[in-house]
């Protein structure tokens, strides 16, 4: 086994928690190595041109052109430590958020909450007039929106979960999230403000998402069924495999074969003293499989 079915065989046996932290690291490795590639041949406008590629504009411009940026921004990141943290924290809760809910819930958190973030971005840099010089330039890129919608997403949901913290004894989820809100998303907000107006969104889309979900109703049921249907046209359809019973031995064979000329037999028998039309539709459809047969 080579080691492309390695991976693949390592991707197929993780669930979709694992798939998400799988897909943002392999994102990370590829952008890393086309930062390489930059550094080594002293032309960094490879990178700028695949970050732009994969980042969420803030210009609606430049969105219009590129609108698949909403998703792809969510999986690619800018070095080390900002996919460290962020994979950390989705291992972290989206485990707890297993505990109780399942796995497609989990992608559908995860992929609205980013569009939440992007979408808080977007709006917030066209609104305001202290975004308006740096407006046609800004990107997000990043799973930070995806990640706080899963946080808050698990301390809505189940916000008298307890966790040990170092330090601290156990602490309820929910005071974690909130926490983590202030401290990643407020203070000093003017540093990277629209990461920050992200951050909020994810966290505003995780909570409605627990709120509706406690009274019944699952808001993200739809993207899964989008995703089932854009799987279903690049997955290969089934071959239909005919197969064929033979009998076990010698005897069984004859058997069989006196039977089905006896059933041949009365139905041409009937055949010849009431006609075509005295046979019933099964007795037909014997009589023209027979004469196919022969």
Known sequence: MNLWKEIKALFSRGNNLAKLIYINIAVF??????????????????????????????????????????????????????????????????????????????????????ISGALIYILSFNLFPVFADITDVSVAIGASASVMAIVFATATYVPNYNVNLFLFGRVKVIWIALVVLVLTSFMNFADNAGGKLAHIGGAFYGYIFAINLKKGKDIGAWINKVIDFLVSLFKPKPKIKITYSRPKNDFEYNRNRAEHQKTIDKILDKLSKGGYDSLTKEEKEILFRESRNR
């Not at 430049?62 to 989705?90: D, E, G, K, Q, V």
């Open 29 to 114: 490795l590829v952008l890393s190595i086309i930062a390489i590639i930059n550094f080594l041949m002293n032309d960094p406008g490879l990178n700028d041109k695949v970050l732009g590629f994969l980042a969420a504009p803030a210009s609606l411009k430049t969105l219009a052109a590129r609108p698949w940026t909403i998703i792809t921004y969510m999986f690619a990141h800018s070095n080390i430590w900002h996919i460290l943290l962020n994979m950390l924290w989705l291992g972290w809760f989206g485990k707890i958020f297993l505990e109780f809910l399942d796995q497609r819930k989990l992608v559908s958190v995860y992929l609205l909450g980013g």
